[in-house]
Every structure is written in structure tokens, then in C-alpha cells.
């Protein structure tokens, strides 16, 4: 589910840049005049006398958007349900980091414009468009690991959900208490038919366009309406049973293939599937393709001449917007992530470092589709319109090249993992500290020609990616072994000590290279309870003598700081460090090196 979704706003985005960039021209063109002029057109629906009347620009706003976070419901109802979301340790990092990543900018725009006719904008610069987000780090490919799209996608959904409630409280202009009501016995009767497991999609519909209505009459805004529908429609995981049933229907169809064997089978199939799943698989790209490159085109569109670029230059709004997103999303989401893993509240969903984690919480200054709609809701002046929208616009692109610039750096320092504190003046020892002993951890033939000791973090995603080819450099050269010494970066990586506890306690069991490439094929699943999972599988008892281990992989690091260690992986051939690339290659014309003769 979470790799679809991925896939699908990612591969979106350029459809989305797309729209934005006709919007410009449109706006920008000989035609500029029509621009405005086509989006105010007036349309709608009549029932006898009674009418109900939008102008294009709302209809997609107010209208077609609530599709849009109807989805974002949805999602939220799968992720809390069956998904990431169930796992409160995972939810408490990016939650806060949302949170920050919301204050801060609001706080800098105030900063800005408070008491001016702009203080009401506050809310544009708070939101993150997960769009161009996942498409940028989709462009950005192995620098952005699964890890970061999962840590981001769960911030992008609190930071919305936070955002709809916002607009909510405090972009409703005024409130008609009949229509409210109405609206809430509405709900009511859609939440009965769910209780009563009636699950037929025309009385949902109908019920749910009345909904709308409602809300829209009401003065609250409609899209309030999709984020709640999409959190109560039902989600399971398929239960044996279903599973089953669908199993014989289609093995019945095997064995006489007829259209009503294939109709059984299907229906037993997507019977299988949760509504909730089915929904998005059928939603998700009208939504990316269709609704929001549509919102882009009809709000996307500024004039961009010399008058509106330098009354932009000089106007807080602007500024305020454009600074709310890169400055002040970036030390909010920082903030925010750095706080909960330093109490312990939480931890990350995988082997992350900080300057994936930086770039990350850089790349969520692109804000859009959110920071538009808030645009038309808190500003009537056109002129305060275009100066947020350029602000938009500048404050995304400057967010989305400090993300790059970040990923780019944190790429390029070759590959290894290291605290901030890890590059010290002195010059550091090239040699190992202490020698290869009885006490380690071997793989290999004990009279090899060749030794590899690594200084390695289970949780650090360079040795992840190291160890199919230290394993490959074995399988060809039967002289070489190989040492692991543990290295665990606790300020970087909070699940890598007890990982590391929970490999000693099964290198008691003769089992230590069991549970080391165990973790390192789950690298993004580390918690207690996947640990525990873990040692079960191996007959392992994971805390059985906590202090002993802790004691042992002490041992560990002290050599490996005595030896220079400073980052992850480190490796020393032959008791001497190896400064090569983590490549094949590079580790083979070593290992061949230390064979020729002197």
C-alpha cells in the first residue's frame, strides 16, 4: 500500500509542475486577461426554482479538493489501522516534527506581518506538499532511502490533518447554525448505515454530496467533510476466512474457466480487500492526475511583471511566506525531530542519518497545493493574493534546492555514517587498536591470510548496503575472514545499541551471524518488539543478561575509538585502516593487494 501511494504521487509530480508552469504562462500571456476571467465563471445545479451556484475557481476548491482530502482520510484510517501509525513510537517522531514544522513558520510570518494587513496568512507557509515532496525525492533516488519517504509521508499526513483543522477554527468566516446542524445529522445518518454494516455505495454517495452541501452552507469549509468520510470508511486486513474463499473460487475457475466461475473469483477476491484499500486504488490517480494539477492550474496563475516582482520584493507577505517555508519549516521539523528522539518519546522508522534527515525536513519548505488553498481563503484583496503566491513560489524552489544541496553533501561525505562530533582535529590512528582475539566475532577460516574487521551500526544504512559485498568477497576468496566489531552511533541511530545487545545475547547461543544478517535484512524494522520477534525465532532470550553485553560491546568501542574509529562502517585489513570505496571492486583489489609479496 505505502509503495503505491509512493509511486503514485511521485510519478504525479511532473503533471502537477506541469499545470503549474501553464497556470504561469496563461497569467503571463497576451490572453493574462482571461485568465481570471475563465476561473470566475459561474456555474451550476437548479432543482425546480431552487439553485446552487459556484464559480469554476470554487468549484474545483471547494468542490473537487474535498476528493483530495477525502483520500488523505482514507490513508489516515490505513496507516492507523493496519500501517506504520499502529506503532505509537514511530507516530511520536514525525508527529512532533510536524508540529514544529508548523509553529515555527507560522510564528516567523507573524514575526513579519502581525498587526498588517497580511497577519491573516499566517497559515499559508504551515503546510507541505506531499506531491512535489515524494516526486523530489524520487528524482533524488538512492540519497532518499525507503525510510525517509515512509518518515516524511507520516509527517505530510499529521502535518495535513493539523492543517484541515486549522482551516476549520480559523478560516471560517461565519457560521449558519441550520446548516450546521443539518450537517451534523448528516454525519450521524452515515455513521448509523456504518454501524449497521449497510454498505451500499448509492445511499453513501447520496448522503454524502448532501453532506457537502451542508458543510458549504454552514460557512466551515467542505474539504473538513472529505478528511472525515475518508476516516470512517471501514478498513480490515483479509481474514483467513476471506482469504480462503477467495482461494477456492479462483481454483474453481482454474478448473472450469466460464464467465461466472471469473465473476465469482473476482468478486470473492475484491470482497478479500477492504473498501477503504479499494477506494484509494481507484481515487489515487484521478486525485494525482487529474484533481490536484487542475487546482494548480486554476490557482497557480500570477502575473510575474516588473510591478508585481518588486511590490513582491519589498512586501512582508512575500517574504514572510517565502522565509516561513525555508527557514522556518526547516528548523521547525529539525527542532521537532531532534526533541522527541532526545527524550526518548519515539523513534525513526529506519537506518536514517541527519543529513538525510535535514534534507528531509528541507524539502518539506515546498509548499503548494495547501499553502494555495489557504491563499484564497485568507486574502480578498488580488493584489495580497499575487504576493503570497509568489511567496509560494519562491519559498518552494528555494526549499527544494536547499533539500538537493543537503542530500547532495550528506552523499557525497563517501558513504559513512558519523556523529557531528566525529571529525576531530588530531590526526587520527591508521592501525588496529587491539588485535584480533578469542573474544570476536569471525567469519571465515581461522587461519585465514587475509583479515577484515568492521566497526559496524545495525541500524546504519552504509553498512546495510556493505555487507552483500563483504559476504561476496568471501564466497571468492576462501583466505579472507571476516571480524565485526560493534560501533553502535546512539545519537544517530537509537535502535542500534539494542540491536547490538540482542546480537551478544544470541552470540551465547553460537548463533551471532544468524541474528547479524538478520538485522541487517530488516535494517528499517529494529523496534523491541521486531527484536523480540527476532530472538524468538532463534530460540534466543534477547534480555537475559542486559548489563554483560553492554559490557561487551564497551569493549568493542573503546578499541574502535582507540583505533581512530569515528563513523561507520570502518574497516581495518590486515590491522591496517582501509581508506578505499564500499564497493566490490575497490574491497578486491585490496584483499589482492595484501597477497603480493613485499
Given at each position: 500500500?505505502?509503495?503505491?501511494?509512493?509511486?503514485?504521487?511521485?510519478?504525479?509530480?511532473?503533471?502537477?509542475?506541469?499545470?503549474?508552469?501553464?497556470?504561469?504562462?496563461?497569467?503571463?500571456?497576451?490572453?493574462?486577461?482571461?485568465?481570471?476571467a475563465?476561473?470566475?465563471?459561474?456555474?451550476?445545479?437548479?432543482?425546480?426554482?431552487?439553485?446552487?451556484?459556484?464559480?469554476?475557481?470554487?468549484?474545483?476548491?471547494?468542490?473537487?479538493?474535498?476528493?483530495?482530502?477525502?483520500?488523505?482520510?482514507?490513508?489516515?484510517?490505513?496507516?492507523?489501522?493496519?500501517?506504520?501509525?499502529?506503532?505509537?513510537?514511530?507516530?511520536?517522531?514525525?508527529?512532533?516534527?510536524?508540529?514544529?514544522?508548523?509553529?515555527?513558520?507560522?510564528?516567523?510570518?507573524?514575526?513579519?506581518?502581525?498587526?498588517?494587513?497580511?497577519?491573516?496568512?499566517?497559515?499559508?507557509?504551515?503546510?507541505?506538499?506531499?506531491?512535489?515532496?515524494?516526486?523530489?525525492?524520487?528524482?533524488?533516488?538512492?540519497?532518499?532511502?525507503?525510510?525517509?519517504?515512509?518518515?516524511?509521508?507520516?509527517?505530510?499526513?499529521?502535518?495535513?490533518?493539523?492543517?484541515?483543522?486549522?482551516?476549520?477554527?480559523?478560516?471560517?468566516?461565519?457560521?449558519?447554525v441550520?446548516?450546521?446542524?443539518?450537517?451534523?445529522?448528516?454525519?450521524?445518518?452515515?455513521?448509523?448505515?456504518?454501524?449497521l454494516?449497510?454498505?451500499?455505495?448509492?445511499?453513501?454517495?447520496?448522503?454524502?454530496?448532501?453532506?457537502?452541501?451542508?458543510?458549504?452552507?454552514?460557512?466551515?469549509?467542505?474539504?473538513?467533510?472529505?478528511?472525515?468520510?475518508?476516516?470512517?470508511?471501514?478498513?480490515?486486513?483479509?481474514?483467513?476466512?476471506?482469504?480462503?474463499?477467495a482461494?477456492?473460487?479462483?481454483q474453481?475457475?482454474?478448473?472450469?474457466?466460464?464467465?461466472?466461475?471469473?465473476?465469482?473469483?473476482?468478486?470473492?477476491?475484491?470482497?478479500?480487500?477492504?473498501v477503504?484499500?479499494?477506494?484509494?486504488?481507484?481515487?489515487?490517480?484521478?486525485?494525482?492526475?487529474?484533481?490536484?494539477?487542475?487546482?494548480?492550474?486554476?490557482?497557480?496563475g500570477?502575473?510575474?511583471?516588473?510591478?508585481?516582482?518588486?511590490?513582491?520584493?519589498?512586501?512582508?507577505?512575500?517574504?514572510?511566506?517565502?522565509?516561513?517555508?525555508?527557514l522556518?519549516?526547516?528548523?521547525?521539523?529539525?527542532?521537532?525531530?531532534?526533541?522527541?528522539?532526545?527524550?526518548?518519546?519515539?523513534?525513526?522508522?529506519?537506518n536514517?542519518?541527519?543529513?538525510?534527515?535535514?534534507?528531509?525536513?528541507?524539502?518539506?519548505?515546498?509548499?503548494?497545493?495547501?499553502?494555495?488553498?489557504?491563499?484564497?481563503?485568507?486574502?480578498?484583496?488580488?493584489?495580497?493574493?499575487?504576493?503570497?503566491?509568489?511567496?509560494?513560489?519562491?519559498?518552494?524552489?528555494?526549499?527544494?534546492?536547499?533539500?538537493?544541496?543537503?542530500?547532495?553533501?550528506?552523499?557525497?561525505?563517501?558513504?559513512?555514517?558519523?556523529?557531528?562530533?566525529?571529525?576531530?582535529?588530531?590526526?587520527?590512528?591508521?592501525?588496529?587498536?587491539?588485535?584480533?582475539?578469542?573474544?570476536?566475532?569471525?567469519?571465515?577460516?581461522?587461519?585465514?591470510?587475509?583479515?577484515?574487521?568492521?566497526?559496524?551500526?545495525?541500524?546504519?544504512?552504509?553498512?546495510?548496503?556493505?555487507?552483500?559485498?563483504?559476504?561476496?568477497?568471501?564466497?571468492?576468496?576462501?583466505?579472507?575472514?571476516?571480524?565485526?566489531r560493534?560501533?553502535?552511533?546512539?545519537?544517530?541511530?537509537?535502535?542500534?545499541?539494542?540491536?547490538?545487545?540482542?546480537?551478544?545475547?544470541?552470540?551465547?547461543?553460537?548463533?551471532?551471524?544468524?541474528?547479524h544478517?538478520?538485522?541487517?535484512?530488516?535494517?528499517?524494522?529494529?523496534?523491541?518488539?521486531?527484536?523480540?520477534h527476532?530472538?524468538?525465532?532463534?530460540?534466543?532470550?534477547?534480555?537475559?543478561?542486559?548489563?554483560?553485553?553492554?559490557?561487551?560491546?564497551?569493549?568493542?568501542?573503546?578499541?574502535?575509538?582507540?583505533?581512530?574509529?569515528?563513523?561507520?562502517?570502518?574497516?581495518?585489513?590486515?590491522?591496517?585502516?582501509?581508506?578505499g570505496?564500499?564497493?566490490?571492486?575497490?574491497?578486491?583489489?585490496?584483499?589482492?593487494?595484501?597477497?603480493?609479496p613485499?
Open positions: 500500500m505505502l509503495r503505491a501511494f509512493l509511486r503514485t504521487e511521485a510519478g504525479s509530480t511532473t503533471v502537477l509542475l506541469a499545470a503549474t508552469v501553464l497556470a504561469l504562462l496563461w497569467a503571463n500571456s497576451p490572453w493574462g486577461d482571461t485568465y481570471e475563465f476561473w470566475h465563471t459561474t456555474t451550476g445545479i437548479s432543482f425546480g426554482d431552487a439553485q446552487f451556484t459556484l464559480d469554476l475557481r470554487h468549484w474545483v476548491n471547494d468542490g473537487l479538493m474535498t476528493v483530495f482530502f477525502f483520500l488523505i482520510g482514507l490513508e489516515v484510517s490505513y496507516e492507523v489501522r493496519l500501517g506504520q501509525l499502529r506503532d505509537r513510537r514511530l507516530i511520536a517522531v514525525p508527529a512532533v516534527a510536524a508540529l514544529g514544522g508548523m509553529l515555527v513558520p507560522a510564528g516567523l510570518y507573524l514575526l513579519l506581518n502581525w498587526g498588517g494587513p497580511g497577519a491573516g496568512g499566517w497559515g499559508v507557509p504551515i503546510a507541505t506538499d506531499t506531491a512535489f515532496v515524494l516526486g523530489l525525492l524520487a528524482v533524488a533516488g538512492a540519497r532518499c532511502p525507503d525510510p525517509l519517504r515512509a518518515f516524511l509521508l507520516t509527517l505530510a499526513i499529521v502535518d495535513d490533518v493539523l492543517a484541515i483543522i486549522i482551516i476549520a477554527i480559523f478560516y471560517t468566516a461565519e457560521l449558519s441550520v446548516a450546521l446542524i443539518t450537517a451534523a445529522l448528516l454525519l450521524a445518518a452515515i455513521m448509523t448505515l456504518r454501524w454494516k449497510i454498505w451500499r455505495a448509492p445511499a453513501y454517495i447520496v448522503l454524502g454530496f448532501a453532506l457537502w452541501v451542508a458543510t458549504l452552507e454552514s460557512g466551515i469549509h467542505p474539504t473538513l467533510v472529505g478528511i472525515a468520510l475518508g476516516i470512517l470508511v471501514f478498513v480490515y486486513a483479509p481474514t483467513d476466512h476471506k482469504l480462503l474463499l482461494g477456492e473460487a479462483v474453481e475457475f482454474t478448473v472450469e474457466p466460464t464467465a461466472r466461475a471469473a465473476r465469482a473469483a473476482a468478486l470473492r477476491v475484491q470482497r478479500a480487500v477492504s477503504n484499500e479499494r477506494l484509494q486504488l481507484r481515487l489515487h490517480p484521478w486525485s494525482s492526475y487529474v484533481i490536484v494539477p487542475v487546482f494548480a492550474l486554476a490557482n497557480a500570477v502575473r510575474l511583471d516588473g510591478e508585481t516582482l518588486r511590490a513582491a520584493a519589498t512586501s512582508p507577505i512575500a517574504i514572510g511566506v517565502a522565509a516561513g517555508l525555508l522556518g519549516k526547516f528548523v521547525g521539523i529539525s527542532l521537532g525531530t531532534w526533541l522527541p528522539l532526545r527524550f526518548g518519546w519515539g523513534v525513526l522508522p529506519g536514517l542519518v541527519w543529513g538525510q534527515l535535514l534534507g528531509g525536513a528541507a524539502v518539506s519548505g515546498i509548499g503548494f497545493t495547501v499553502a494555495l488553498f489557504i491563499v484564497e481563503l485568507a486574502f480578498e484583496d488580488p493584489a495580497l493574493h499575487d504576493q503570497a503566491k509568489i511567496g509560494i513560489l519562491a519559498g518552494s524552489l528555494l526549499s527544494a534546492a536547499l533539500g538537493w544541496l543537503i542530500f547532495r553533501l550528506a552523499w557525497d561525505r563517501g558513504g559513512v555514517c558519523a556523529p557531528p562530533e566525529a571529525e576531530p582535529a588530531e590526526d587520527l590512528p591508521t592501525t588496529l587498536a587491539v588485535p584480533v582475539g578469542p573474544g570476536d566475532h569471525v567469519r571465515g577460516p581461522a587461519k585465514a591470510k587475509i583479515t577484515i574487521v568492521e566497526y559496524g551500526d545495525f541500524e546504519c544504512p552504509y553498512c546495510g548496503r556493505l555487507q552483500p559485498i563483504l559476504e561476496e568477497v568471501l564466497r571468492k576468496n576462501p583466505d579472507v575472514r571476516l571480524v565485526f560493534h560501533f553502535p552511533l546512539r545519537t544517530l541511530h537509537p535502535r542500534a545499541a539494542p540491536s547490538a545487545i540482542v546480537a551478544e545475547a544470541a552470540a551465547d547461543q553460537g548463533r551471532f551471524w544468524e541474528m544478517d538478520i538485522l541487517y535484512d530488516n535494517q528499517r524494522y529494529l523496534t523491541d518488539a521486531d527484536l523480540e527476532y530472538a524468538t525465532e532463534l530460540g534466543v532470550e534477547p534480555w537475559s543478561d542486559v548489563a554483560r553485553h553492554v559490557a561487551r560491546i564497551g569493549v568493542d568501542e573503546a578499541s574502535g575509538r582507540d583505533g581512530g574509529v569515528r563513523g561507520t562502517p570502518t574497516l581495518f585489513l590486515n590491522g591496517v585502516r582501509y581508506e570505496g564500499h564497493d566490490l571492486d575497490s574491497i578486491t583489489r585490496a584483499v589482492e593487494e595484501l597477497r603480493l613485499a
